[in-house]
């Protein structure tokens, strides 16, 4: 009679409660938010039968020399670790490298927008062929520096629906000093409608508010822009 081994039990990540998993919780909450272990472990992406990969994540972290560590680490060193196999390593060693390239990118390579022509530079060769009106912002640090873009909404033919909540809550996030707003018309003219005026005083009392300047709001239509900064209607 064969008797076979006893089965091993472990607590993977897909055994944790929805709340406790790290790219769920990732999704809910944001990077910015996550332990860097959560973040180790979903760059790792899957433990074994021994171990789940927050449980390999953190005995990484765990060593005397901590991120600094395995920062420094070859991909060979990384594979010494129990439970790391060339594919664990090499994904480590992947975002670490891209993490370092990522952090010597100095604002010099960082639009800067000194006049409404620096801004159309940005957005009009795309936003000109776009068959809806898109309500965009160009987020910027105190330097005038680009920080993000980033499509708020999109709307109909002719219209797009913009509130203060949505154009605002990136640019908090990302603690940017000021904006410029930019949408198109796929008419095609770049003439300020009432309600563009409207939106844009709007915008520029809750930026007011919120401590973040509406620097201009550019209308894109055709090969054209008008910047509203420009023409005094702001």
Same mark, same amino acid.
């Given at each position: 009679m064969n008797i076979s081994s006893p089965v091993k039990y472990s607590c993977t990540i897909k055994d944790l409660p929805l709340e406790l998993r790290p790219r769920e919780r990732l999704i809910s909450l944001g990077a910015d938010v996550m332990p860097t272990s959560e973040l180790l472990a979903i760059i790792i992406g899957s433990g074994s039968r021994d171990e789940s990969a927050i449980s390999l994540a953190q005995r990484l972290l765990g060593k005397p020399g901590g991120l600094g560590e395995l920062i420094n680490a070859t991909v060979e060193e990384i594979q010494l670790e129990k439970g790391v196999g060339p594919a664990k390593a090499c994904q480590i060693k992947a975002a670490i490298e891209l993490a370092k390239r990522i952090n010597t990118l100095s604002g010099e390579h960082r639009p800067v &927008?000194?006049?409404?022509q620096d801004a159309a530079a940005l957005v009009v060769e795309e936003m000109r062929y776009l068959d809806r009106e898109h309500f965009r912002t160009l987020m910027l640090n105190t330097k005038n520096q680009v920080i993000a873009m980033e499509t708020v909404s999109i709307g109909s033919l002719n219209s797009s629906i913009v509130h203060p909540r949505e154009v605002f809550k990136s640019p908090l996030k990302k603690s940017a000093a000021a904006l410029v707003l930019v949408h198109n018309h796929p008419s095609g003219d770049p003439s300020p409608s009432p309600e563009d005026i409207a939106v844009t005083k709007r915008l520029i009392e809750c930026g007011q =508010? =919120?401590? &973040?300047?509406? =620097?201009?709001h550019l209308i894109v239509g055709g090969k054209r822009f008008l910047s509203l900064k420009e023409k005094g209607m702001m």
């Open positions: &927008i000194r006049s409404p =508010l =919120l401590g &973040i300047e509406v =620097l201009d």
